[in-house]
């Protein structure tokens, strides 16, 4: 059974930081790309970040570029959103997600991914 268990959220003001993580177990994670999505209220889930197997290639949407790192630690089966510069339209829930590679339907869209984590809050205060 796939777990994919996401911490770190939490209350924090802006131009501040947080790091998220996500542990994946039941999956050959070598074998999955690993994303963070995230859903503010009232909006559709939206791509935020994701990461290869071998971490050579990373891609982040625009609006997060230059502020969040992600990364991975395979040997753990972790992954891992650097947030900084936080902005109060980051606010969100935090989704973490994997993906078979090569992703069916490419690097940003959730039909890529068949695995989600329940979420992990992050609210940005100005």
């Given at each position: 059974q796939v777990q994919l268990v996401e911490s770190g959220g939490g209350l924090v003001q802006a131009g501040g930081s947080l790091r998220l993580s996500c542990a994946a177990s039941g999956?050959?994670?070598?074998?999955y790309g690993m994303g963070w999505f995230r859903q503010a209220p009232?909006?559709?889930r939206e791509f935020v970040a994701t990461i290869s197997w071998s971490a050579g290639a990373t891609y982040y949407a625009g609006s997060v570029k230059g502020r969040f790192t992600i990364s991975r630690d395979n040997a753990?089966?972790?992954v891992y959103l650097q947030m900084n510069s936080?902005?109060?339209e980051d606010t969100a829930v935090y989704y973490c997600a994997?993906?078979?590679l090569?992703?069916?339907s490419g690097?940003?869209?959730r039909n890529s991914f068949d695995y989600w984590g329940q979420g992990t809050q992050?609210?940005?205060s100005s």
């Open positions: 999956l050959t994670f070598s074998r009232g909006k559709e753990e089966n972790m936080l902005k109060p994997a993906g078979p090569p992703y069916r690097w940003s869209s992050v609210t940005v």
